[in-house]
């Protein structure tokens, strides 16, 4: 079985361009969530959507950072415009409800 | 107040020795769930073993188990018979509340494990 993608798996942009991360998760599974992970700050939740509702967006830093889901099986994380300081490695999760979560292999998005 | 705390930044541990990684959590919720995970130098996040607040026993997958003491909130990951490829950063997470619509996972900062052979 197909576990969670995500692309692209590298990104390298230069300050001020846009970026969009994208994720599929597997199927069947209905929670999506989208972290990101920097040495700093560690493993952060973005935002969460359950049955493409986003639920809790209080963790997206501020409103250069959006997310989408516009069905069961596709979800984009925007950052408009990029800067230095987003650079991280994004991962994507899913899982069925309140099951375990599992994790896509990550984006890692270097901005110049 | 962290609501993961995993006190151990680093362990150095002899090969077929068996590990265990501190957790200790902090919730007033009395339902929850903690899970354990682990980040390879690969980077993939890979999910190991989960358990709930309710449960009786505590939670066993194949090398790994989790000793599960409530009354001190504390869920620390125990690996039997380690292994070369145990070397990783683990990740103790937990999720408040019985469901409904919340979701979310807190993380702790990790341990890395580092095996010597």
């Known amino acids: 079985d197909a576990g969670v993608i995500q692309s692209p798996r590298h990104e390298v942009t230069e300050m001020g361009q846009e970026v969009t991360l994208r994720c599929k998760p597997i199927?069947?599974?209905?929670?999506l969530f989208w972290y990101r992970q920097t040495m700093m700050r560690g493993l952060e939740l973005l935002i969460y959507?359950?049955?493409?509702?986003?639920?809790?967006d209080s963790g997206m830093p501020e409103d250069r950072f959006s997310a989408k889901m516009p069905n069961a099986s596709f979800s984009t994380l925007k950052i408009q415009p990029s800067e230095p300081r987003d650079s991280a490695v994004y991962f994507c999760?899913?899982?069925?409800?309140?099951?375990?979560?599992?994790f896509g292999p990550g984006t890692r998005l270097t901005v110049l | 107040a962290q609501k993961i705390t995993q006190t151990q930044p680093g362990m150095f541990v002899q090969e077929k020795e068996a590990v265990t990684l501190d957790c200790t959590y902090d919730?007033?919720?009395?339902?929850?769930?903690l899970f354990w995970y682990k980040q390879p130098s690969s980077g993939e996040m890979i999910f190991l073993i989960y358990?709930?607040?309710?449960?009786?026993q505590n939670a066993t997958e194949g090398r790994y188990s989790l000793n599960f003491q409530k009354a001190r909130k504390s869920a620390n990951l125990v690996i039997s018979a380690s292994q070369l490829g145990d070397s990783a950063m683990y990740f103790c997470?937990?999720?408040?509340?019985?469901?409904?619509?919340?979701?979310?996972?807190?993380f702790g900062k990790g341990t890395l494990l580092t095996m010597n052979p």
């Open positions: 997470a937990m999720r408040e509340g019985s469901g409904g619509s919340n979701y979310k996972l807190t």
């Open positions: 959507f359950n049955n493409n509702v986003p639920i809790d």
């Open positions: 919730t007033s919720d009395p339902s929850y769930g």
């Open positions: 999760a899913s899982s069925y409800s309140n099951n375990e979560q599992f």
């Open positions: 199927s069947g599974h209905n929670s």
């Open positions: 358990q709930g607040s309710y449960d009786q």
